[in-house]
Nanobody, 121 residues
Framework: QLQLVESGGDSVQPGGSLRLTCTVS????????FSWFRQAPGKKREGVAC???????NYADSVKGRFTISRDNAQRTVHLQMNNLKAEDTAVYYC???????????????WGQGAQVTVVS
């Protein structure tokens, strides 16, 4: 079993930055790919960034050039650095894990509880 706990959610002005952290406990991280998803009010949950067990990354078009995903297996953390935030980035952000792969669709075996990110003037 993996347990995922998100932290770093906050309110920020447009153009600002936030860094989300997913702290992982349970199995060794090396074998897992991790993804960040988000769900805005009234909208379907969407994948925004992922990183494979070999550190290959992929991003949704809406966040390319602004968001960066990274992992630190020794610290048991996965980060999402979010720059130049926009009002449309407002959502609950979820960390998710699955064996090995980096994918932006829903099929993940483990999920965190979510962290609120609000971008407002």
């Amino acid at each position: 079993q993996l347990q995922l706990v998100e932290s770093g959610g906050d309110s920020v002005q447009p153009g600002g930055s936030l860094r989300l952290t997913c702290t992982v406990s349970g199995f060794k991280l090396d074998y897992f790919g991790f993804s960040w998803f988000r769900q805005a009010p009234g909208k379907k949950r969407e994948g925004v960034a992922c990183i494979s067990s070999s550190s290959t990354t992929n991003y949704a078009d809406s966040v390319k050039g602004r968001f960066t995903i990274s992992r630190d297996n020794a610290q048991r953390t996965v980060h999402l650095q979010m720059n130049n935030l926009k009002a449309e980035d407002t959502a609950v952000y979820y960390c998710a894990a699955r064996f090995k792969d980096c994918v932006l669709y829903e099929e993940h075996d483990y999920w965190g509880q979510g962290a609120q990110v609000t971008v407002v003037s």
